[in-house]
């Protein structure tokens, strides 16, 4: 991928050490499945300080909150996760707190319910609306918010996917681990505004082949990561796919005088 005049010389700082990488900030996102396969997809406003225009899945960074002991949870446990992202117990629980609770933020679906076998049947109507919007300014800790409904976060309904770190170039990087789960019956997105001016529902191929005709813009987690979903036939076919988490960061090298992003393995 050739990087933008601006970009590339801020690389060629970067890589002869007159510039300091910024560091990478723990975030989550979640690649939200429904039959088809069909993916939720969010286009960032073009006002947006990272990634602006690019279409991504619901994320965001880790609250320190998220890390809460108190949050009822049914599942593996953060230890368990902590061993799939080769994180400790304590990120690893943030890191899945996060996941749901972005989620919710973002798409208006909550991966929880009232016990461990169960999930919230439908999360609409304006007392719903008042505790999403109440997450997003930090007003309400999601432990407080699961507690103060009697639910439970289900981690059972994530599945590991990816982990990706933005390249060193970049003025904001994240330290991203990503997740696939399906939409829970019942439940419905919803445009809920926010960081996002759009949202659709599409086959991942043909979202690959859009971008690929220009007409939307992937980063490459993005892309790389609906690449893999094409081959799948179905959400049962999705989340039957092992998956070994292996970290990757792009890089940025010169070829012939021109910065290029390298993405690798």
Not at 128 to 144: G, N, Q, Y
């Given at each position: 991928m050739p990087l933008p005049a601006e970009l590339a010389a801020r690389a060629r700082d970067v890589l002869a050490g007159r510039v300091e990488p910024v560091p990478a900030r723990d975030a989550a996102t979640v690649v939200l499945l429904r039959e088809g396969p069909e993916v939720y997809l969010l286009r960032r406003k073009s006002t947006m300080a990272f990634?602006?225009?690019?279409?991504?899945?619901?994320?965001?960074?880790?609250?320190?909150?998220?890390?809460?002991?108190?949050?009822?949870?049914?599942?593996?446990?953060?230890?368990?996760?902590?061993?799939?992202?080769?994180?400790?117990?304590?990120?690893?629980?943030?890191l899945v707190c996060a996941a749901v609770r972005e989620t919710f933020e973002e798409s208006g679906v909550l991966l929880a319910g009232p016990g461990p076998g169960?999930?919230?049947?439908?999360?609409?109507?304006?007392?719903?609306?008042?505790?999403?919007?109440?997450?997003?300014?930090?007003?309400?800790?999601?432990?407080?918010?699961l507690a103060r409904r009697g639910l439970v976060l289900r981690s059972d309904l994530l599945k590991p996917w990816a982990h990706w770190i933005t390249p060193e170039i970049e003025r904001k990087r994240f330290d991203t681990r990503f997740f696939a789960a399906v939409l829970p019956d019942g439940q419905r997105t919803r445009d809920v505004g926010g960081e996002a001016d759009q949202v659709v529902w599409q086959r991942p191929a043909e979202a690959v082949e859009l971008a690929r005709q220009g007409e939307i813009f992937l980063m490459p987690p993005t892309h790389r990561t609906l690449t893999e979903l094409a081959a799948c036939d179905s959400v049962g076919d999705v989340l039957a796919t092992p998956r070994e988490i292996v970290r990757i960061m792009p890089r940025a090298v010169e070829i012939e005088g021109e910065m290029r992003l390298v993405v690798a393995p």
């Open positions: 990634a602006a225009g690019a279409y991504v899945f619901p994320g965001g960074s880790v609250d320190e909150r998220d890390a809460d002991q108190a949050v009822a949870w049914a599942g593996p446990s953060p230890a368990e996760w902590g061993a799939v992202f080769k994180a400790s117990e304590r990120l690893a629980r943030a169960s999930v919230v049947a439908d999360t609409t109507g304006d007392d719903w609306e008042a505790d999403r919007l109440a997450l997003i300014d930090r007003s309400l800790a999601f432990a407080d918010f």
